[in-house]
């Protein structure tokens, strides 16, 4: 079980279901939630500055990202995240995306960001998360 992940989706829908699948399986001890990579950029901003004043703060160790998404979408989150030492702050997080696009050259993509260590297809579902729960990288 993870103590913390963070879902990012503008879909509040797909939020929720994200929410609840988690909960279900007992995922995870705590599930934080973003609209958007700029939303999830100000969360890791607030992270960083409160892990300042308290270095006992739970860090997410799991993120699933959606790709598309306005203001800011996934990509990029993950170009953001990786250039300007949000990475070097918090190096344990692991990035599964999870998007509705089946194109082979995002999900190639994918894979030249040091973070991410999987692309899923939404919805996610209870066996996705059986897999990383048993699997965890």
């Not at 990035?95 to 297809?121: A, G, Q, W």
Request: with cysteine; aromatic share 12%; net charge negative.
């Amino acid at each position: 079980m993870y103590n913390k992940i963070l879902c990012v989706d503008d879909d509040p829908i797909t939020l929720m279901l994200c929410k609840k699948v988690i909960e279900k399986s007992d995922f995870s001890k705590q599930i934080d939630t973003a609209h958007n990579g700029e939303d999830a950029l100000r969360y890791f901003d607030n992270l960083k500055n409160n892990l300042e004043k308290d270095n006992n703060i739970i860090l997410p160790q799991l993120m699933f990202l959606d790709l598309n998404m306005p203001i800011m979408g996934g990509w990029e989150f993950l170009d953001i995240f990786s250039e300007n030492k949000y990475h070097d702050f918090f190096p344990e997080l692991k990035v599964i995306v999870l998007s509705s696009t089946i194109d082979p050259r995002d999900i190639e993509k994918s894979k030249s960001y040091s973070m991410v260590i999987d692309f899923l297809s939404k919805p996610i579902t209870k066996e996705m998360l059986y897999y990383f729960s048993n699997n965890k990288q």
